[in-house]
T-cell receptor, first 112, second 113 residues
Framework: DAGVTQSPTHLIKTRGQQVTLRCSPK?????VSWYQQALGQGPQFIFQ???????QRGNFPDRFSGHQFPNYSSELNVNALLLGDSALYLC???????????FGPGTRLTVT | GQQLNQSPQSMFIQEGEDVSMNCTSS?????WLWYKQDPGEGPVLLIA???AGELTSNGRLTAQFGITRKDSFLNISASIPSDVGIYFC?????????????WGLGTSLAVNP
């Protein structure tokens, strides 16, 4: 049973560029959440997708957008990258009616 | 945004010692989750708690959902070097299961062999 997978593992971008991160949820899970984790900090909630719609959103600007596909996989897009966007981006999935979230290994984004 | 108060912030202990950490909130939660995160990796779920007063074990780990529903603790018995990492608590407030998790800032654990 595959767990949550994310790609790519690492990414280096320059300021002003755009980036797309990808996530495949754990088998049987239909809800995907994205988090940003800066070094030494806890995960910060970006948004959650269920049934291909954004259901909840944290305090992140519109530069952060997402998408969920019919197969429940998800993408996180960040436009006009800033140096402060450098972080570990985590994807977590859970099943309908369940509270337990399972995390992927993360994508380490470095903005130079 | 809302955050949990997690303490201690860091711990440095000898192998074989027991460890205790806790999280408190100003509002009630209906779910408490405890995660461990190794450097550069995603958090791994250790224990999930759903009822006030619930005490759940996972090997050497034991966690409890506080009676007031505003706190939770995690104990690790007989620590070993692989227990090193950052432990996070996360809670979900009542209001449907689409509500986002609220996270503590983590407890960094170091174990001296």
């Amino acid at each position: 049973d595959a767990g949550v997978t994310q790609s790519p593992t690492h990414l280096i971008k320059t300021r002003g560029q755009q980036v797309t991160l990808r996530c495949s949820p754990k088998s049987g899970h239909d809800t995907v959440s994205w988090y940003q984790q800066a070094l030494g900090q806890g995960p910060q909630f970006i948004f959650q997708y269920y049934e291909e719609e954004e259901r909840q959103r944290g305090n992140f600007p519109d530069r952060f957008s997402g998408h969920q596909f019919p197969n429940y996989s998800s993408e996180l897009n960040v436009n006009a990258l800033l140096l402060g966007d450098s972080a570990l981006y985590l994807c977590a999935s859970r099943g309908t009616g369940l509270y337990e979230q399972y995390f992927g290994p993360g994508t380490r984004l470095t903005v130079t | 945004g809302q955050q949990l108060n997690q303490s201690p912030q860091s711990m440095f202990i000898q192998e074989g010692e027991d460890v205790s950490m806790n999280c408190t909130s100003s509002s009630i939660f209906n779910t408490w989750l405890w995660y461990k995160q190794d450097p550069g990796e995603g958090p791994v779920l250790l224990i999930a708690l759903y009822k006030a007063g619930e005490l759940t074990s996972n090997g050497r780990l034991t966690a409890q959902f506080g009676i007031t529903r505003k706190d939770s603790f995690l104990n690790i018995s007989a620590s070993i070097p692989s227990d090193v990492g950052i432990y996070f608590c996360a809670g979900q407030s009542p209001g449907g299961n689409n509500r986002k998790l609220i996270w503590g800032l983590g407890t960094s654990l170091a174990v001296n062999p």
